[in-house]
């Protein structure tokens, strides 16, 4: 009996575990956040709201309201056009990006020969996209390169676009759903670049779901077009959710906003308008983040 009272903390329900080994999970992060990144995130939000100078004692640190978010609002040229096009960007990628990648998952999940090899294909852009190889983008090499396959290709592109948009316009489909579709077709590289991680958390779902499942639905007459939307898009719709926050906050972490915030920061040394662009952009991801959430979540099949 004094045993058991010893170790009275530790849970006996199954969802006290299940939170237990949740909370388990989250602490590396939770203490890394809290070693490396709370004090930063602090003093962000105090220089935003602060004149900066540096002198001969350091930095002196000056109250001014809301002046930087004011400046950078209705002063400065660059950051609300820079912060729209990022957004815009941000709704037209992230339904692409998530439709293209469960598509390649359900594909990929196949069995035919070369199916490992595939699988590598199209997470290489997720190792060309990181470290040395990304800077390597911004050389004088890559640049010329980019401006010939423009001057060569571009036209190629654009002419294959106008066929496509002319076929579906043709067909009935609405003007908007063409002009967003033919978008995508000009944007495939980005697209292909950006959906390496979401296609194997996809494809790790998909492999989870039971095989028993698939084998019932074809005894009962079911075609693969049933068994997806019946079976496989509701076991995998969480990972949707996943996947979406996943590629809202990758895009977001990478554009010319982020760019230009840099700049302001540690090029022109104004880290009160630095800082107050960083957090308009915070609230604007957290905004973004928080509508699809509330949305996706109500559609979301959890299965037990």
């Known amino acids: 009996m004094k045993i058991a009272k010893r170790f009275s903390f530790i849970p006996k329900t199954y969802n006290q575990r299940k939170a237990l080994w949740g909370f388990v999970f989250v602490l590396p992060w939770l203490l890394g956040f809290i070693a490396f990144f709370f004090v930063p995130l602090v003093n962000s939000l105090r220089y935003s709201f602060s004149s900066i100078e540096a002198n001969a004692n350091g930095m002196s640190i000056k109250f001014i309201g809301l002046e930087n978010y004011i400046q950078a609002l209705t002063v400065n040229t660059s950051f609300n056009r820079t912060l729209v096009e990022s957004i815009i960007d941000v709704l037209v ?77 043709e067909a009935g489909v609405s003007k908007t759903i063409v002009l967003y579709l033919t978008g995508a077709v000009d944007r495939i590289y980005e697209i292909i670049s950006m959906s390496g991680v979401q296609i194997l958390i996809f494809l790790a779902g998909i492999q989870t779901i039971s095989p028993q499942l698939y084998e019932a639905s074809r005894i009962e007459g079911a075609t693969g077009y049933e068994a997806f939307w019946k079976i496989t898009f509701p076991m995998v719709s969480p990972l949707i959710l996943v996947n979406v926050v996943y590629t809202v906050i990758d895009s977001f972490s990478r554009n010319n906003l982020t760019t230009l915030i840099r700049e302001t920061g540690f090029k022109s040394f104004n880290f009160g308008l630095g800082s107050a662009m960083a957090w308009i952009y915070f609230l604007c991801i957290a905004l973004i983040l928080a509508i699809s959430t509330y949305i996706i979540s109500k559609r979301v099949f959890y299965y037990e």
Request: glycine share 6%; proline share 3%.
């Open 93 to 169: 990628n992230v339904p692409l990006i998530v439709i293209f990648s469960l598509f390649l998952a359900v594909l990929l999940n196949q069995r035919f020969f070369g199916r490992s090899l595939a699988r590598a294909i199209f997470f290489l852009p997720v190792i060309l996209a990181s470290g040395v190889i990304f800077s390597l983008e911004s050389t004088s090499l890559i640049q010329a390169v980019n401006e010939q396959n423009v001057g060569n290709s571009g036209a190629i592109n654009a002419f294959g676009s106008f066929e496509l948009q002319k076929l579906m316009l």
